[in-house]
């Protein structure tokens, strides 16, 4: 019973959280729809891609609660996740996955336009040049993984997110080796975290256009948050990468791991 009622907290924080982005998403089509200035700068487009995915990757939250608490009612649940090649269970931990780690994404990238929009909007010179490069960057990490991750979550055990660089070469698809870093840590790796230490980076540091210079606050705040993404990328990226690249050494379910 105490199980019950905390995993159905959960379920009404979830459409809560569905709610919201379903409603942040309106607003930015509105706001499309009308024609409004924001339409020319990135951070508009890069806060749309980031709630849009929040909110798809939302629903697949949705779906593992449900799953969860009702199991396998209606039966067509069952019969896709057979279809494609797995359990209920199996499945269920792969919508898991799929959600949680594109969620983080999304709110990262989201939080990421926001900063770009505040502190970012009027940069000059190669400060500007900067910016556009993490801004592309970004929005071509977050597509990716949003390809990424709901192929990987709807389309199968055949389609399953890959390893690069493993001790059997350089792809190799998933369980088909003991080491590896993960494609779509990787693109998140390369593309969002090198891109948002771009952009801010540009903000906290580069030159802004006469009238619009950050006050010593917003100074302080925007090279805290280019701190902060630096030691995402060291610490996530870095050091994540290494484990998963030495798999072997790290990860205590491989028989080839050293017990100390």
Known sequence: MKYKITLWYQILSMFALDVILITMLIGFIIFM?????????IAYWLGLLATLSATIVGLFGDRVGYIMDFGDNPPILGRYAHAVGYTLAEWQDN???????????????????????KYGEHLTNNAAKVRLWGEWLIIIGIISMLLI?????????GVQIPHLFTEKGIFEPRGHSVAGVDL???????????GGILTTGAAAFGKHVAGHELSKSNRYT????FTAMCCILLAVGGLGFLEEYRADLYNFDVATTPSW
Do not use: E
């Open 33 to 41: 729809v009308k024609k409004v200035n924001y339409r020319k700068n």
């Open 95 to 117: 919508l898991l996955r799929t959600h949680s780690d594109m969620m983080v994404v999304s709110v990262l990238c989201l939080l990421l336009s926001i900063t770009n929009y």
């Open 149 to 157: 991750y709901v192929i990987s979550g709807l389309g199968g055990s």
């Open 184 to 194: 779509g840590d990787f693109v998140i790796g390369v593309f969002v975290f090198i």
């Open 222 to 225: 925007v090279r805290g948050i």
